[in-house]
C-alpha cells in the first residue's frame, strides 16, 4: 500500500482573497481634481464677471443710488423724489420724448425694413455675395464720427451733394439740418445708412438657412415673388426679425451720436433733443447728475418694461 502523498491537492489549496472594493474617495479631492482641470475656465469667467460688475452693474447700481441724492456744496443728502419731480417739470422732458419716439419709428419703418429688402437682393445673387456682403458692412466699420461728418458734408445748403443732385433735377433744394420738419428725417437717414450693415447681414444668414423645397413648392403652387417672402420667407425668419425688432427699439431708444454731431443735439426748435441729450445736458452742462440719474432710471425702466412684454407676449404666441 502506497503512502499518502503530502503535497495537498488543488482542491485543498487555500484559494486567494478577492480583492477589496474601493472605499469612496474624499469629496475634497474630487473637487480639488475639478478645480485644477478647469482651473483656465474659471480664470477667464472671473475675468468676465469682474469686468460685467465693474463696467455695467457697479454703474447700474451708482445710477440708482445717484437718483435719490443731491450733491450741493460738496455735500450729498438724500432728496427723495425731488430729482424725479424736477426733470418731469422741465419743458424738454416730453419734447424729448416725442422726439426719441419719433426717431425711433422713423428708424423702424427704415432701418427695420431697408436691411431686410438688401438682404433679400443680396440673396438672389449666386456670385459675388462676398463683395456685395462686404460692401454693405463696410458703413459699419467706418468710426461713427467719420460717418456723421460724412453726412454732415452731404446735406450742407451750400455745397452738399444731396443739393447739388436736387438741383440737377430741378428739385427744391432743401435745409436738411436746419429745417425743423426733416431734421429728424435727416437723422434718421444717417443713421440707417451707418447700422444697417449689421443687420442685413444677420437678415442675410437667416434667409440662407431656408430649405430651397420650400419656394418650390411655393412655385407649383403658383406663388408669386411677394406671396413666397409673406407665406415663406417672413414665417421662416420670424425669429430673427422679432429678435432685431427688440433691439432696434432698444437701440433707436439711445440715440446720441448721430443727433449730437449733426445738429448739435437739441436741433433747430428743438427737433432733434432725445432723452439721451438731455440726460447729458443735465449731467455735463447743468452739473446736476442726480436729475440725469432720475432720467436714466426712467429710460431704463421703459425699456425694461417693454422687454418684459415682449418676451411675454411671444412665449404667449408660441404655446
Known amino acids: 500500500m502506497s503512502a499518502p502523498s503530502l503535497t495537498p491537492s488543488k482542491a485543498d489549496a487555500p484559494r486567494p482573497a478577492p480583492p477589496s472594493a474601493p472605499g469612496p474617495r474624499p469629496a475634497g ?26 463696467f455695467s452693474w457697479y454703474p447700474m447700481v451708482r445710477e440708482f ?72 458692412y463696410l458703413p459699419v466699420m467706418l468710426p461713427p464720427v467719420a ?20 438741383r440737377f433735377l430741378h428739385l427744391p433744394e432743401q435745409q436738411w439740418l436746419q429745417d425743423p420738419d426733416i431734421s429728424m428725417l435727416a437723422v434718421v437717414i444717417a443713421s440707417t445708412w451707418m447700422n444697417m450693415g449689421g443687420a442685413a447681414l444677420i437678415y442675410l444668414a437667416a434667409l440662407q438657412g431656408i430649405p430651397g423645397e420650400l419656394y418650390e413648392a411655393a412655385e407649383l403652387d403658383g406663388a408669386g415673388l411677394l406671396r413666397k417672402i409673406w407665406h415663406v420667407t417672413i414665417p421662416q425668419t420670424r425669429l430673427i426679425l422679432s429678435l432685431m425688432l427688440l433691439m432696434q427699439v432698444i ?33 455735463f ?10 432720467l436714466g432710471l426712467l429710460l431704463l425702466v421703459l425699456l425694461a418694461g417693454f422687454s418684459a412684454a415682449y418676451v411675454k407676449l411671444s412665449r404667449a404666441e408660441d404655446e
Open 285 to 294: 452742462n447743468f452739473n446736476d447728475y442726480g436729475a440725469a440719474a432720475a
Open 251 to 283: 437701440a433707436t431708444m439711445q440715440v446720441f451720436v448721430e443727433p449730437f454731431l449733426l445738429t448739435g443735439g437739441a436741433g433747430p426748435e428743438g427737433s432733434t433733443t432725445t432723452v439721451v441729450y438731455l440726460i447729458y445736458q443735465y449731467a
Open 65 to 136: 443710488v445717484l437718483a435719490f441724492q443731491k450733491t450741493e456744496g460738496g455735500q450729498t443728502t438724500w432728496a427723495g423724489l425731488d430729482n424725479l419731480a424736477t426733470v418731469v417739470n422741465d419743458p424738454a422732458f416730453w419734447q424729448a420724448w416725442r422726439n426719441t419716439l419719433l426717431f425711433t419709428v422713423l428708424a423702424l419703418v427704415f432701418g427695420f425694413a431697408v436691411p431686410f429688402v438688401v438682404a433679400l437682393v443680396i440673396n438672389e445673387f449666386h456670385h459675388g455675395q462676398g463683395y456685395l456682403r462686404l460692401l454693405v
Open 29 to 54: 479631492g474630487r473637487f480639488a481634481k475639478s478645480l485644477r482641470r478647469n482651473l483656465t475656465a474659471h480664470g477667464f469667467l472671473i475675468g468676465a464677471v469682474l469686468c460685467f460688475a465693474l
Open 147 to 166: 460717418a456723421v461728418l460724412l453726412f454732415k458734408y452731404l446735406y450742407d445748403p451750400g455745397y452738399g451733394l444731396l443739393n447739388e443732385l436736387f
